[in-house]
């Protein structure tokens, strides 16, 4: 059975500092690794994948097999980056079953 | 740009009663999906369906549980007989995996009380 752990329910950091909001994962085969978003009054969506490798809103994971780890960074936080952060895994089976972390509250000190 | 939308976005009902859920999928997506959020808890997957069936459920997606995609372009959640426990947030979510893999469009929500 696969797991996503976000040790943080809560974070908060001021703006302009480096922000890091942790996720590990158990799956014992390869999975897909994502990063949802939900900002105030907004629905879920899409923040990143780890395929992709790619930098959406100054914000990058990288997957991290041997530690199971894909935390979540950005070099400077902006006060629009408040927002309840979800890690998420797809065992990759063809279908786009999701399992969710507990989240993170990510939230910014001007 | 699409959405999926979904309805009631809130609903109160009896322990007992029969509650159904609503959600128009975006239109050109393959996969729809359930998932709920018990308050203070974390997503959960209920169950997804594809081509006019279940591809997968949870263990929460007991007898109690239905899907159903009537006309072509709702995809509803019927809960039979509510219980206390069912009392959370209901999420609808669509996807295509042929675009862009693992990136699951949600609705806003369906919060279901139960009394």
């Known amino acids: 059975a696969q797991r996503v752990t976000q040790p943080e329910k809560l974070l908060s950091v001021f703006k302009g500092a480096p922000v890091e909001l942790k996720c590990n994962y158990s799956?014992?085969?390869?999975?897909?690794l994502f990063w949802y978003v939900q900002y105030s009054r907004q629905r879920l969506q899409l923040l990143l994948r780890?395929?992709s490798r790619e930098s959406i809103k100054g914000f990058t994971a990288d997957l991290n097999k041997g530690e199971t780890s894909f935390h979540l960074k950005k070099p400077f936080a902006q006060e629009e980056d408040s927002a309840m952060y979800y890690c998420a895994l797809n065992p990759g089976s063809g279908n786009e079953k999701l399992t969710f972390g507990t989240g993170t509250r990510l939230t910014i000190i001007p | 740009e699409p959405e999926v939308t979904q309805t009631p976005s809130h609903q109160v009902t009896q322990m007992g009663q029969e509650v159904i859920l609503r959600c128009v999928p975006i239109s050109n997506h393959l996969y729809f999906y359930w998932y709920r959020q018990i308050l203070g808890q974390k997503v959960e997957f209920l169950v997804s369906?594809?081509?006019?069936?279940?591809?997968?459920k949870s263990e929460i997606f007991d007898d109690q549980f239905s899907v159903e995609r009537p006309d072509g372009s709702n995809f509803t959640l019927k809960i039979r007989s509510t219980k206390l426990e069912d009392s959370a947030m209901y999420f609808c979510a669509s996807s295509n995996p042929g675009t862009k893999a693992g990136e699951l469009f949600f609705g806003e929500g369906s919060r279901l009380t139960v009394l």
């Open positions: 369906f594809y081509n006019n069936e279940i591809s997968e």
């Open positions: 780890h395929i």
């Open positions: 799956y014992s085969g390869s999975p897909e």
